[in-house]
Structure formats: C-alpha cells, structure tokens
C-alpha cells in the first residue's frame, strides 16, 4: 500500500533545501563541503581526555552503531594515535557533575576529506555532536561515507523533554531504556517521569512500603532500577526529572496512608479515568512530616536539582467538605482552595530546599505568594506560559504537545514556545527554559507506548533544538521518515507496532487488507476514545485502534499529491497516481468489510472501510471531472458532501487523516462548498 | 506478496483432519463435541488449591492473555464460587519441589457447553493445560468460545528443552525471559543456558571474579539475574540446566585463570569460530579444586539436579605438547587423550554428587568407565544415542535439531528420537529422555535470535510432546502460522524481525521490494555462511543475510502449490496463481537489483534477484507447455537446466529454497532430468 504512495512528489522535492540532508533537530549552521569522508572497517576515534567515562562509552555506543550500519566490524579500541584517527572527540571537559539546564551542549563538528573533528566544551556536548555525526552516514555504490561539511550548533532551549505517565499504565524499565537511548538520538535531555497518579504509585518506598505494595498492583520499579535508569539518562547526557503529583491525583498513596487524606477512606486504586476527589490534607503536620520524609527518601534516588510536585486539577471537593479544613481555612483568611494549595506549596518548599530541589509543577500551582524560585509547567496554553514569564517564574511549555492526544506531527511542529510573534521583553523570554512532550497514560500500554511516541516526538525534539526559522513541514516529514528508520536501533517499537498487533488480531490470517487500512487510518482523538469506548484502566488496549499509528505516514504525502494535482490537473504522472491509490480503496473496502465481521477485536474497521470506499469512488469521480474539464453533473455535490462530511468525523474508533485532502479535490471539482478542515 | 500465495492450496485442505484445529503440541487424545462455551466479560477462574502460588499466578497471566485477545477486561480475582467459574482448574499437587524429568505434566480438559474443566496431578500440568486452552480460543461473528471437547494429554518425552549458547555471542537477560514464555507455550520444558565458550564466559562468579570480569567483554549475567531467570523459568515449568562446558571450548576461563589452562597462555577471549586448543589441564590438583569451589557457588545457583560439562570437541593438541601431561598419562597408564578426558570426568562425578547434581555430557564422554549416572546429549548422530541407550545411559537427541543451521522445519520435524524403526528394546527406549533444539550463537545476534528459534522450535516441540505418530506436514505448516502470531504475545519478535531490520538497512526507503525477495530468499546454510563470509565473533549481523528468514513461510505453500497444479494442470486456478507469482518475480528484480547496487548492506540480493527472475520466466514458461500440451522446443532443456541448478546453490549470502518446487515443475514440463532436490 505505502509503495502507491510515491515518498517524494514533485511539490515537495521542490521545497526541500539545495544540499538534502537527514538531520533532526536541524543544527544551527551547516556549510557544505564538496568531498567525502570513506567510512569503512579502518574507521577509528580517537577521544580526549581519555579518563572521561561517559564520553568513552559514548564512543564506543556510536562505534557499535556505525558498525552495524557497515555492517563490518570496527576496533573496539580507541585510536592512540589522534593524527591517524579517522574521527577526533575532544571535549574541554566532563560536563556539570549533576546535569542541569545550564549545562553547555554545544559541539563544532568539521567532517574533511581525510578525517572528521568534533569539539565540544562538554562531554554532553560531545554525545550531542556524536548523533549528528551517526545521522550524516550516508552511502552510495562505493560504500558509507560522511559529506564534508562544518556543522556549528547549540541547542535553542535547554529544557527539552518527554513526560512518561507510569501512573496510569505501568511501563516496565525496558521501555522507559529503550526510549531514553531514542530520546538521546533526537538530542533531547530530559525524562520528566510521572512516577504517581490515582491509579497507581509506582516506586518502591522503603520508609512506606503500603505505597508501592498496595498501590501498584504489584507494577512498580525497586530502588536498583530507579538508578539504573538515572544512570542509564545520565550517561547520555539526559537528565530524570521526577514527578509525585500532589495534593489531588493521590488516590494511589491513600490506599495505604489514608491518614493523610482529606476524607477518611478507605481507599483504593482508581480504575477510571478523569479528576477524582482524593486530596492530601494540607491542615495536618503529619502531612507535612510524611511527605518530608518521603521527599527525604525519593530525594536520594533523584539527584536531579528539580522535583515536579504535580498540583494539577486538585478538583476540592474533599477540603469543601472536611469540616476541619473548612474551619482551616477561616482561622487563617484563607479564602479559597487554590489560596490553600499555595498555602501547601509553601510548606512543601523548604522541604524540597532542604534536599536542594527546586519545585516545578502545573499551571495551578501559579497563583499569588508561589516562590519565585519555581518553575511553572505549561499545560493550560501559552497565555499561562507567558503570564508565568513576566511574573519572574520560568516556565516549561508542554500545551500543543500533548502525544497522547494523537495529533498530527505537523501539529506539534508549528507550536513554538517563543514563536516570533511573541510580546515577551528579552529578559523575559530568557525564562522560557524549553518544553516537553507528554505521553499521558489513560491509552497507552507497554505495547503501544513507542508508537504513540515515535516518531512524531522527533519533530517536537527539532522544534525545541533548532532555530525558530526551521518550519518547512515538507522538508521535515522528509527527514522523519528517515530518522524514524534510524531510532529502531535504539528498541523502540514503533515501526513494526502495526504489523505486529494484526498479526495476532488476526490469528495468523492475512494482515493485508487491515494493514492497508492502517496505513491510512488512525486511532480518534484522545477525548472521542474515551467517550466512545469508555475506557478504564482494565480496558486491554489490543484492538484495531490500538493497532493505527497516530499521524500515518501516508496522511501528509497524500495531500502532497493532492495538491500537487491540483497545481497541475493534466499532469497525467499525478492524476495516475491519485488513482491508482482511489481505485485500490475501493476494492479494498469488501475485503476489510470481511475481515470486521469475521474478528471481534476489528469490528472498528467496518464504518472506515465504508468511508474509504465512498472517498475512493468519490476521488476518482472528481479526477474525471477536473482531468476532463467537464463541471460535475447536477446532484453529484449533495451526494458527496455528507460522505466528506461523515469522513473526517469518528468512525468506529478510527479516522481517516487524509480526508481534508480528499475534501480539496471536491471542492476543485466544484462539488462541495469550502470550510476549514485542516487536520 | 505473501496474499500472491494462497495459505492452503486444495490439497492441503484436502489432508487436514475433519475438524481443523490450531493446537500445537497436538494432544493425546481429543474428543470433539459439537458446542460453543462462550467466551466474554463475564469469564471468571476458579482454583484447586489456592494456596499454590505458581499455580495462582499461571492462572493470572492466562487471564491477562486471554484479555488481550478479547480486548475486553476480566475479573482480576479468582472465582470464590467454582460452581459458577467459567474455568475450573484443580491439580492435585505443587508437583516436585526442584522440577525433574520424572515431574508428572499430563492434564485433562473439558470443554463443555457452560464450563470448562482442566484437571491435572501437579501444578506443571495445569500449565501445559492452560496453553492448551488458549489455543483452542476461537472466534465467530457472535464473538469468542472454546470449541467444546475432551482433551486427554501427557508428554511423549520427559526432556523437551532449547540450548541457547550465549558465550558466542551474549543474549541479554530480556531476551531470555521472553524465549522462556514462547517456551511455556508450546510446552517446552527445559532451557539448557550454554554459559561459557572459547568467546565468552557468561556469569558472574564472586567467588574467581576474572572469569566474567576478563572473560566476558562487560556481557554477563549478575547472580541476580541467573536467580531471576530460574525462578521465571520455574514458574513456567521450565527447567534450567547450566552447561559449563570442559575441559575445551574454554577459552575464556583463561583468560583471567591461565593456570589452569594446558598450556602457559596467556589467553585471550577467542574471536574466531571453530575448534581451539585451551583446554582444562586434568593433571592438576589444584585444577579440580578450582573447578570445585566454582561448581559449589554456582550450584547454589541453578537448582536443577542436572549439570552439563560439555566435554565435547577436545582438539587434544594442549595435552599432546605439554611434557608434564604426556608424563602423567605414562605415568598412569592413560593411553589416549579420550581416556585422559574420562579420568577428567571421573573426577568430576564426585565433586557433582558433592553438590547433588547429575553429569550430563556430548557425545565425546561416551568412554569406557564414565559412570553410568551419567547422561548422553548427542549431537553426532542417533547412532551415538541408540549406543548411549543400549549401554544403559539415558540419553537426549540434539543431532539434526541445530536451529542455527537454517534448515526446514519440516526438515527438523522428521527427526524422532525414537522412530518407529528403532531397534532399541522397551527397556533401553526408555532411556531415552526426548531432546533439544540447539542455537548455536555464532551467527546470532540479540536482534536475529528470536527468528532464529521461531516459529521452527514449535515444530520441533511437537515432536517432543506428541505421538510419533503425528507426522502430516502440511497440517504442521497450517498451525504454525497460528501458533507463530500467537508466540508474539511472549514478545518474541521472529514475525516482525525482516521489515524491521530492513527498514535499518534502508535507511527509511520504501522496503517492498527487498522485503518480496525475502518472503521466498533465506539465508545460506550456517557451514555456508561461515566459509563465504568468514565471520568471527566481531562481524556485526546487520546484513541481508540476517533480516532474511529460515524456512520462509513462503516455501512450502509454493511447493504444495506447484504439487496442486501438478496433479490436475488444467485447473485454471492452480495455474493462474503460478503464473502471478512468476510474472511478479520477474518483474520484481530490476527493482532489487537496483537497491542492491544502492545499499551495501544489500548488495547480497543481486544474484538472488538475477535467479528470481529466471525462475520466474522459466516457471511461466513450464506452466505454458503443461498447460497447452506441448513439448517445449527444442534447447529449452538445455538452457534452463544451468539457471536451477544455480537457483539450488547459494546466491550471495541467500538461498532460494522454494527452487526444488520449481525444478518440479519444469521435469512435469519435461525439460530437464530428475535428481535428488528434496531441500
């Protein structure tokens, strides 16, 4: 299927720069040479100061993976001799002892005709450059090689990061590995780790033990692999930024420490979905006593400056119906819950002052009296980013960037932290640290998590490196195919996450018809899957929807055809294209009917199959018309309108991307009237 | 291109029993009912006793699966009320405390139209019988049920285990755990860890730390991680037998112990593949005391009261040189190096019965005066195990089940370890415990093992567990393509290893047409590869060769296919599904050869393209003088003779075993003449 969708139309070759290249994030400054640098089995590094271990691992990381790229084998050792290395490391130093955002990770990287030198300040600068380096590999009849070229670069912002919610599904530590070593692969540096949530709390507490052992479900990571993951983050120059939500999304510490709730319990683990009542009691110096001697623990693990203490969608009902909350409150002016959470902030910073962290949480916790010296975490818009950024805070962006929501790439792509139309003065904008990514929880297993990340990730990753400048969004879903390719060196499983899912769907039948579907369907959006499927922590996340990849590769390359066409309707090579792909929809549609009456778990594939068989018929009904130079007959508008309609609305648990496309054609066809319809 | 080639021919169909089934193992006995036990939400478990833990948890992680494959949640507890369970399941017993050969696995099953019953003496049996029940899972347009039946089943041997060698090259932890599970599904029940090896010494030893810490290049199991495996493998059924292998293929022992080696050394860990020299110098006594303090930590280990030393491939060249050793055997009156390896042995039983462990050995340590206590694992031949058996040794076939050597597995599956033509009395057939499939490591990474080992090893496990006299081919190959999607639920990723290690090696191109090539190519022979490509521990297994498969599933639909056609060449239907294939294969190389002059990891598909394509011209051909009746002219014979004959040796680093079903066709053409081509 994907092989009737050309990769390139001539639209899109059009845009995309001189000099073709594969790198995401874009650096800074690139000047291309003429030459190339032979990568072959005498490939060797030299690296100094020989004595750094991070940076010496990291060399011999990227040596196993040029290697396996060759496909020969390299020296395992490094060069002594740094005249006769074909690749120099050197770095003016190791790096901050505990990685912070100001750590330094610039790098120069001059690849020349007989040997490539990379300079950084840093060893985390040097990991940076080290990637760059793997994505330039480039080969041709004569074998691998690297194109001379001087690369300067330095990232825009220094916070740039994913969030992975464990609360709501547990991710075992393999995944939480295999997407740091992906992460790194894009040049992001933080794994901001939702470590708790209503249904579940996922670290092993030595000091409160009922936390992990009656609020996991037996699903969380002992102390060992805590570090093994913060030393795993660290070795490539990623720093693990831990998050305890706190006082609401609690109910999982309640079920064995209901004493330090706001109602008296019993609690257990949330099953649903959604803002629940459990609340931390912010009246009681126990409280405060047990969450310092926790904080006293975790703090141990965490060697990160930063702790996220949540303070999101603490919804109040608990402290509105305590009466002695209430009586709280009036005792000390205290006039409204959002003051209380201040109030319970203030108490948590001293706490975290002295473990030497500073504090970061959501939105909400922005209201008067928050110390300065917090960080607010942006998930309600840019307005409260910005308000946060004149009022002295820094501050994170992560609304528009929300994974799970199963937006397109482009969509994350265009949203900018400090886009150019922003009013904020220079000093102001200086405390806009970056961003993150988030992959919430509600959706998402162990199965499906890397496809709901990768790789659209990557293009959040290049918004938060690159300069502002770099929005071409033809010349980006280029390299995204590319580098999409390269992160399953890393484990991630996004790529084969389809064809994997349909084949146990289907039991060993052809996935052919299914997969094909998949190419060009995706999962609805986050709110939609939720109210039609209802969905709980119980629900097994093994179905068709389950299968579909957010943003399929083929939505974007559609549109490239389609308006290529349209730019040019005799052009017979597109016209052709476009339908060939309309015709095979239309065959296809019987044969994905068979398959979602035959298999319970893909009944969702019958109103898609249905719609991709109206759109087909109606795509190449609009080919003929525009082709032809002949105006549709009388009635061929109403016809097609609603199945246009109906298209780009929920079908099943699926949606076709592509379908504001389809919606182009008509309207150059004349059949339907304009609306807005960009995905 | 695998929908281009229908999954059951006719005649394929026309073998398969009166009621299909995709049960595999195939059990004892099955009576078939002619009802449906409705399987949905409401399904519940209740359990005899409750108090068996391993017995609770196999119950649990049955249900998870089970949930999956409904993609809709279930009771997380246990039924208190077995009355009203949808499944009963009752065992007699724990079953052994430290699992052995003897351990009871048998289990009863009954399907009936409200309920099901799993009965079974030991707790193993349960588990052999929950995976039974998955796989009689099936589905309509009405949703999920179990077929109702009685299902009567106990192993036809008691040792049906997989040797995983991970001293050639290392396979982490991970990678083991989800091999455990593809075992348990289909019944296997013994893991036999090859831990060390001229290339590699696999486990942390606290006791002589050079050994992993010299021997190993950083890839080694911590005793953690060995306790962690045993213990999943227990809870599994699943037997771990520890081979440490000597006195040669030890190598890497040397490395940080060279005094114990025959020869002064120093040693390096071998990067070369084959036989070598280091061998255990058995004159010494400090050499069996070593040897005991490492037994005795590592006893404390693995539990299984089995413990293999190897003793195979003794090149005998370090004893032949060394002037002490030829003294001591003089001395002794030892006059060959096999008796000198038999007095090593004889000093071994005692320091095993120390510690309670049975020896088990190769072939080589068949020697006059090895103590009868002892087991045969044969890998040179049934004649070895026949003798081994005769002698009143038990005994474990491994010969002609070397996964590694990419052979059928129909090849693998008519190899019994006690076929019907066996001359062996009751008595001495006893002996004979069953056997193990081997993979060897030399040409398997990390990333190719799985597709390595499945879906053939389920193959081979059938022979294991079922009656000898379950033999039909074609009915094998239709089950395993349900059994192989289903052991992706273990993780194991032999389905999706081709696309993903091509998309790597395309650097994010459109695979197709590499990927259509692979669906009928496979990789040369192992003794093949070695010879050509000259590899050593060092070559990285990143090349075609290694995205290909073993026993394409492609292969005997084409040949069952060509034997439809043959039977009735006016078929019209038979004959167009040839004519498909060949014309797409022809059409299909200029496209390989394209990127196999692009790619240089690639650069193996061009003569396998080149042959594609002149089979795919010389099948249309066949199929036009079969089906028209007329001879083929003259000097056809004789040109395309050459073209098979070359299709049936290795192209590049591939094979084409579908060739022989081609030659087929041509001899039916009357083209060429017969010759021995069974592949």
Same mark, same amino acid.
């Given at each position: 299927?994907?092989?009737?969708? $050309?990769?390139?139309?001539?639209?899109?070759?059009?845009?995309?720069?001189?000099?073709?290249?594969?790198?995401?994030?874009?650096?800074?400054?690139?000047?291309?040479?003429?030459?190339?640098?032979?990568?072959?089995?005498?490939?060797?590094?030299?690296?100094?100061?020989?004595?750094?271990?991070?940076?010496?691992?990291?060399?011999?990381?990227?040596?196993?993976?040029?290697?396996?790229?060759?496909?020969?084998?390299?020296?395992?050792?490094?060069?002594?001799?740094?005249?006769? !290395?074909?690749?120099?490391?050197? @770095?003016?130093?190791?790096?901050?002892?505990?990685q912070t955002p100001a750590e330094?990770?610039?790098?120069?990287?001059?690849?020349? +005709? #007989?040997?490539?030198?990379?300079?950084?300040? /840093?060893?985390?600068?040097?990991?940076?450059?080290?990637?760059?380096?793997?994505?330039?590999?480039?080969?041709?009849?004569?074998?691998?090689?690297?194109?001379? &070229?001087?690369?300067?670069?330095?990232?825009?912002?220094p916070w740039?990061?994913?969030?992975?919610?464990?609360?709501?599904?547990?991710?075992?530590?393999? *995944?939480?590995?295999?997407?740091?070593?992906?992460?790194? !692969?894009?040049?992001?540096n933080v794994?901001?780790?939702?470590?708790?949530?209503?249904?579940?709390?996922?670290? %092993?507490?030595?000091?409160?033990?009922?936390?992990?052992?009656?609020?996991?479900?037996?699903?969380?990571?002992?102390?060992?692999?805590?570090?093994?993951?913060?030393?795993?983050?660290?070795?490539?120059?990623?720093r *693990?930024?831990?998050?305890?939500?706190?006082?609401?999304?609690?109910?999982?510490?309640?079920?064995?420490?209901?004493?330090?709730?706001?109602?008296?319990?019993?609690?257990?683990?949330?099953?649903?979905?959604?803002?629940?009542?459990?609340?931390?009691?912010?009246?009681?110096? =126990?409280?405060?006593?047990?969450?310092?001697?926790?904080?006293?623990?975790?703090?141990?693990?965490?060697?990160?400056?930063y702790?996220?203490?949540?303070?999101?969608?603490?919804?109040?009902?608990?402290?509105?119906?305590? $009466?002695?909350?209430?009586?709280?409150?009036?005792?000390?002016?205290?006039?409204?819950? =959002?003051?209380?959470?201040?109030?319970?902030?203030?108490?948590? &910073?001293?706490?975290?002052?002295?473990?030497?962290?500073?504090?970061?949480?959501?939105?909400?916790?922005?209201?008067?009296?928050?110390?300065?010296?917090?960080?607010?975490?942006?998930?309600?818009?840019? @307005?409260?980013?910005?308000?946060?950024?004149?009022?002295?805070?820094a501050?994170?962006?992560?609304?528009?960037?929300?994974?799970?929501?199963?937006?397109?790439?482009?969509?994350?792509?265009?949203?900018?932290?400090?886009?150019?139309?922003?009013?904020?003065?220079? %000093?102001?904008? +200086?405390?806009?640290l970056g961003?993150?990514?988030?992959?919430?929880?509600?959706?998402?297993? $162990?199965?499906?998590?890397?496809?709901?990340?990768?790789?659209? @990730?990557?293009?959040?990753?290049?918004?938060?490196?690159?300069?502002?400048?770099?929005?071409?969004? @033809?010349?980006?879903?280029?390299?995204?195919?590319?580098?999409?390719?390269?992160?399953?060196?890393?484990?991630?499983?996004?790529?084969?996450?389809?064809?994997?899912?349909?084949?146990?769907?289907?039991?060993?039948?052809?996935?052919?018809?299914?997969?094909?579907?998949?190419?060009?369907?995706?999962?609805?959006?986050?709110?939609?899957?939720?109210?039609?499927?209802?969905?709980?922590?119980?629900?097994?996340?093994?179905?068709?929807?389950?299968?579909?990849?957010?943003?399929?590769? /083929?939505?974007?390359?559609?549109?490239?055809?389609?308006?290529?066409?349209?730019?040019?309707?005799?052009?017979?090579?597109?016209?052709?294209?476009?339908?060939?792909?309309?015709?095979?929809?239309?065959?296809?549609?019987?044969?994905? =009917?068979?398959?979602?009456?035959?298999?319970?778990?893909?009944?969702?594939?019958?109103?898609?199959?249905?719609?991709?068989?109206?759109?087909?018929?109606?795509?190449? =009904?609009?080919?003929?018309?525009?082709?032809?130079?002949?105006?549709? $007959?009388?009635?061929?508008?109403?016809?097609? #309108?609603?199945?246009?309609?109906?298209?780009?609305?929920?079908?099943?648990?699926?949606?076709?991307?592509?379908?504001?496309?389809?919606?182009?054609?008509?309207?150059?066809?004349?059949? #339907?009237?304009?609306?807005?319809?960009?995905?």
């Open positions: 299927m994907l092989a009737l969708v $050309p990769a390139a139309p001539a639209a899109a070759q059009a845009a995309a720069p001189h000099h073709t290249h594969h790198l995401m994030p874009v650096p800074v400054s690139l000047q291309w040479g003429t030459g190339r640098l032979r990568i072959d089995s005498t490939f060797t590094v030299a690296v100094r100061p020989q004595g750094d271990g991070r940076l010496v691992r990291a060399v011999a990381r990227m040596t196993r993976r040029l290697e396996a790229r060759l496909g020969v084998p390299l020296a395992k050792d490094l060069a002594s001799d740094r005249a006769r !290395a074909t690749l120099v490391v050197e @770095a003016d130093g190791p790096g901050q002892a505990v330094d990770e610039s790098y120069t990287l001059e690849v020349g +005709a #007989t040997r490539a030198v990379l300079r950084a300040p /840093t060893a985390v600068g040097a990991l940076r450059g080290l990637e760059t380096l793997l994505q330039l590999l480039d080969g041709d009849r004569a074998g691998f090689y690297l194109p001379t &070229v001087v690369i300067r670069d330095a990232p825009r912002f740039r990061g994913i969030l992975i919610d464990v609360g709501r599904h547990f991710q075992p530590i393999g *995944v939480i590995l295999r997407n740091l070593d992906a992460m790194a !692969a894009v040049k992001l794994l901001h780790w939702h470590l708790s949530e209503d249904q579940g709390f996922r670290v %092993e507490s030595r000091r409160f033990p009922r936390l992990h052992e009656t609020g996991s479900d037996g699903l969380y990571y002992t102390q060992d692999q805590i570090r093994e993951v913060v030393a795993y983050a660290r070795d490539r120059g990623i *693990v930024v831990p998050e305890f939500d706190m006082p609401g999304h609690s109910t999982a510490w309640f079920v064995g420490y209901p004493e330090h709730a706001s109602a008296p319990g019993p609690y257990q683990v949330e099953r649903r979905f959604g803002v629940f009542d459990p609340t931390f009691d912010p009246t009681r110096e =126990e409280t405060y006593r047990f969450i310092e001697r926790f904080i006293g623990e975790m703090a141990a693990l965490f060697p990160d400056p702790w996220h203490v949540g303070g999101d969608e603490n919804s109040g009902v608990q402290w509105n119906e305590s $009466p002695s909350i209430r009586a709280f409150k009036a005792q000390r002016g205290i006039g409204s819950n =959002e003051a209380l959470q201040t109030y319970f902030n203030q108490r948590l &910073v001293p706490i975290l002052q002295k473990y030497r962290k500073r504090m970061v949480g959501w939105d909400e916790i922005l209201q008067p009296g928050l110390p300065t010296t917090s960080v607010i975490q942006s998930w309600q818009g840019r @307005a409260s980013l910005d308000s946060a950024a004149r009022r002295g805070y501050s994170i962006l992560s609304s528009g960037y929300y994974l799970d929501h199963l937006r397109t790439a482009e969509y994350h792509y265009a949203v900018d932290p400090l886009p150019a139309s922003s009013a904020l003065s220079t %000093e102001e904008a +200086a405390r806009v961003g993150e990514a988030c992959i919430w929880g509600e959706h998402v297993g $162990p199965e499906t998590i890397d496809s709901r990340i990768w790789p659209r @990730a990557a293009a959040i990753a290049e918004r938060f490196w690159s300069p502002r400048e770099v929005t071409d969004v @033809a010349d980006m879903y280029r390299r995204l195919a590319v580098v999409s390719a390269q992160l399953e060196e890393s484990g991630v499983r996004h790529a084969s996450h389809t064809d994997r899912m349909l084949r146990r769907l289907t039991g060993g039948e052809d996935i052919g018809p299914l997969a094909a579907l998949l190419e060009v369907a995706q999962p609805v959006y986050f709110g939609e899957r939720g109210q039609i499927q209802r969905t709980t922590q119980l629900t097994p996340l093994t179905r068709l929807v389950d299968a579909a990849r957010p943003d399929p590769a /083929t939505r974007f390359r559609i549109g490239a055809m389609v308006d290529a066409f349209l730019t040019d309707p005799l052009h017979a090579e597109y016209r052709d294209d476009l339908a060939r792909l309309f015709s095979w929809w239309r065959d296809l549609a019987p044969r994905i =009917e068979a398959l979602a009456g035959a298999l319970p778990l893909a009944a969702d594939a019958g109103p898609a199959a249905q719609a991709l068989a109206e759109l087909g018929a109606a795509g190449l =009904e609009a080919l003929a018309y525009l082709g032809g130079g002949v105006a549709p $007959p009388e009635g061929w508008q109403a016809r097609v #309108t609603p199945l246009l309609e109906r298209a780009e609305r929920p079908l099943g648990l699926l949606r076709l991307p592509f379908a504001p496309a389809l919606r182009r054609l008509v309207i150059a066809a004349g059949g #339907t009237p304009a609306r807005p319809t960009s995905p």
